[in-house]
């Protein structure tokens, strides 16, 4: 097996856990952010209009306007809107004639030139952002109207600057909020390692990963091996009885036929001139597992299938666990019922497993899936069903091996580089 240096394992799982969670603090800090930016400009241009709209209805300013003398509505004006600027929390009101020539503002120097800022025509009020003479402001233009005409217009505007400072109490409490978040996601990676390190100490992921491939290989194998013995056990009693019974030919038959069909299969797994007798014995316990469970077991070993360069666990790892999948397809589908295996050369002298079987098929909208960790189809049983095809797409990539899946017939094909390559 390869071993893989570097890191520990829970080293990566506090690297990996600590990553995470500090993207996802970012994240968080800049929505809020963000949407505390767009709050304060709502609320700026919410402010503005409500103030203008409510100069704009005034009777005062209505009066004032409407007799058409802006001096005198200067000396009337101005005192009042300078009051309304200190109590609404606004940094500019200013009121115009229809021409646009101000009336107040809150500069008297600036009373009686042009309003620097977009007028809407007749009736209109319009929200936007413009730089004047006080800077970059977010501003609402209301009309003043007096019997069906527009004696003038009120603007009521809000700096950029004051709506940045209205951010301040909200960029703390998003910096806030992001950093609890990131302590308390940097303890949980901190935890996580604790709890990894307990299981795998220090040894690298590499070494946890075949440790995995181990367990599964020995378990697959296991299965194997245990469907052999119990189907000869089976055919041993059955032959017993046929001999007690007298019917000494049928039990010389039932075995005749036993010893042949596993011949058969041991002449090609031996005739492989660079074959893995590890191999061998799963292909023999497999096709005993299937034939357990009623599915028709076909094997195709090619006498100049080259040897891969994955080691005997990860062979069984990989070439069990796409049994298994397929003997368990083939058993829950309809008849016939059918597993076919090959182990063939390519033209690039590299090893091709391909693994059918006559199962109902993966539907596509989860085949993307079936490679992922704790990704199963099926429920698992008191034992589990260890990491299947996750444990597969690992072990293949590792080796630079290719892994793909076609459909009608449900088909897994492996490619593996050759030892020797």
């Known amino acids: 097996m390869a071993q893989s240096g570097g890191a520990s394992a829970a080293s990566r799982v506090f690297i990996a856990v600590a990553a995470a969670v500090l993207v996802l603090c970012l994240a968080i800090a800049g929505i809020l952010l963000w949407e505390g930016q767009r709050a304060a400009r709502a609320e700026a241009e919410r402010v503005t209009r409500a103030v203008a709209e409510t100069i704009a209805d005034s009777t005062g300013v209505t009066d004032a306007l409407a007799r058409g003398d802006r001096a005198a509505a200067t000396r009337a004006l101005q005192p009042e809107i300078e009051a309304v600027i200190a109590d609404a929390d606004v940094d500019f009101v200013t009121i115009m004639d229809p021409a646009g020539i101000r009336i107040t503002h809150r500069d008297p120097a600036r009373i009686g030139e042009p309003y620097i800022g977009t007028i809407p025509r007749g009736t209109g ?88 491939s181990s367990y599964e290989s020995m378990r697959t194998l296991g299965e194997a091996l245990r469907a052999q013995t119990h189907e000869h056990g089976n055919r041993l009693h059955t032959a017993i009885a046929l001999l007690e019974l007298g019917r000494t030919s049928d039990a010389i038959d ?71 999948n397929a003997v368990d397809a083939a058993a829950s589908g309809p008849a016939p019922r059918w597993v076919d295996v090959r182990m063939t050369r390519t ?75």
Not at 260 to 275: H, I, W
Not at 285 to 314: H, M, N, T
């Open 347 to 421: 033209e690039e002298d590299e090893l091709a497993v391909e693994v059918a079987d006559s199962g109902t098929g993966i539907p596509a909208e989860i085949a993307d899936r079936i490679f992922e960790h704790g990704f199963s189809t099926k429920p698992a049983g008191r034992g589990g069903r260890g990491v299947g095809l996750a444990l597969v797409r690992a072990i293949v990539d590792e080796a630079e091996g290719t892994l793909a899946l076609t459909a009608h017939p449900t088909t897994f094909r492996v490619i593996l580089p050759r030892r020797d390559a």
């Open 254 to 324: 039932l075995l005749s036929e036993d010893a042949r069909q596993s011949q058969l299969l041991v002449d090609q797994v031996t005739a492989r001139r660079e074959g893995d007798p590890t191999v061998g014995a799963l292909l023999l316990g497999k096709a005993s597992q299937a034939g357990e469970r009623g599915v028709e077991w076909r094997a195709r070993i090619d006498a100049d299938a080259p040897r891969s360069v994955l080691s005997p666990v990860d062979a069984v790892s990989v070439i069990g666990n796409l049994i298994d």
């Open 125 to 212: 009020t319009l929200t936007e952002e413009f730089t004047g003479t006080l800077g970059a402001s977010v501003r609402t233009i209301v009309p003043v109207v007096s019997d069906g005409q527009v004696v003038g217009r009120v603007s009521v505007g809000v700096t950029i600057g004051s709506i940045s400072e209205a951010l301040g109490p909200r960029i703390l409490a998003a910096v806030a909020i992001a950093v609890v978040l990131a302590a308390t996601g940097l303890a949980g990676a901190l935890f996580a390692r604790r709890a990894t390190r307990r299981v795998t100490g220090d040894l690298p992921a590499g070494a946890v990963r075949d440790a995995v």
